[in-house]
């Protein structure tokens, strides 16, 4: 009883790790007209210039996830025609950190296996 009211004030565990997850997702999402606007050729230095950013600070991987989502986003879409969505977002974002993401059918999953791969 107990356990059914706090999880009615505070939400699951769940529903929060997605709440944190869909702040993240706002952020890659501001970044897409700036991707957009990037040629082939700088879209490609992106890589580059996120490991250099990772070597030179924390090397912390959580540093650089926003911009590196947001230009395998771009990218995607410029190589395989295809836009990742908010859903494979999160669910790449769960890989990043380790966890299993269950997704269901029709959500494109091969999206989002390219995100623990940056």
């Known amino acids: 009883m107990i356990g059914n009211i706090i999880k009615q004030v505070f939400g699951s565990r769940n529903s929060r790790v997605l709440k ?17 606007k990037k040629s082939d050729e700088e879209l490609k230095l992106v ?15 959580d540093d650089i996830l926003v911009d590196a989502f947001a230009a395998v986003r771009e990218a995607s879409k410029r190589t395989l025609g295809m836009r990742h969505f908010d859903e494979q977002l999160l669910g790449g974002i ?25």
């Not at 869909?22 to 970044?31: D, E, G, M």
């Not at 210039?49 to 991987?61: A, E, G, P, V």
């Not at 950190?97 to 995100?115: H, P, V």
């Open 20 to 36: 944190d997850y869909a702040s993240t997702v706002k952020q890659i999402n501001a970044l897409e007209e700036v991707y957009l």
């Open 47 to 61: 890589t580059s210039q996120l490991k250099q950013k990772y070597i030179t600070t924390s090397k912390n991987l």
């Open 94 to 118: 769960a890989l990043h950190e380790g966890k299993i993401s269950e997704m269901k059918t029709g959500e494109e999953k091969l999206l989002l296996a390219l995100y623990p791969h940056i």
